[in-house]
């Protein structure tokens, strides 16, 4: 599986930025795709994730971010609002088949006071 990452950036708080990611290879079977983030000097934690269709949210961005997944094309779209500084880091996609988790490379979101 490999997973292609678009989007990130940098904003001000309160802004909106977009990030969005593709599977490939061999992709079925992938039960779950979303994303986690990583501060600096911070362990790698999950932001969002739809599991089986079921979106999932850390509490810390719940009613900010929305993600949205195509199944059947293996894709995840993930639109935050509001954005905040303590949401500044490195975002990485994930993907998870059969137990195996897969990452994508990470995108830069920065969020500026």
């Known amino acids: 599986v490999q997973l292609q990452a678009f989007g990130g950036g940098s904003v001000q708080a309160g802004g909106s930025l977009r990030l969005s990611c593709a599977a490939s290879?061999?992709?079925?079977?992938?039960?779950?795709m979303g994303w986690y983030r990583q501060a600096p000097g911070k362990q790698r934690d999950l932001v969002a994730v739809?599991?089986?269709?079921?979106?999932n949210y850390a509490d810390s961005v719940k009613g900010r971010f929305t993600i949205s997944g195509d199944n059947a094309k293996k894709t995840v779209l993930l639109q935050m609002n509001s954005l905040k500084p303590e949401d500044t880091g490195v975002y990485y996609c994930?993907?998870?088949?059969?137990?195996?988790?897969?990452w994508g490379k990470g995108t830069q979101v920065t969020v500026s006071s």
């Open positions: 994930n993907a998870r088949r059969r137990g195996v988790h897969y």
């Open positions: 290879g061999i992709i079925f079977s992938i039960n779950s």
């Open positions: 739809v599991i089986s269709g079921t979106p």
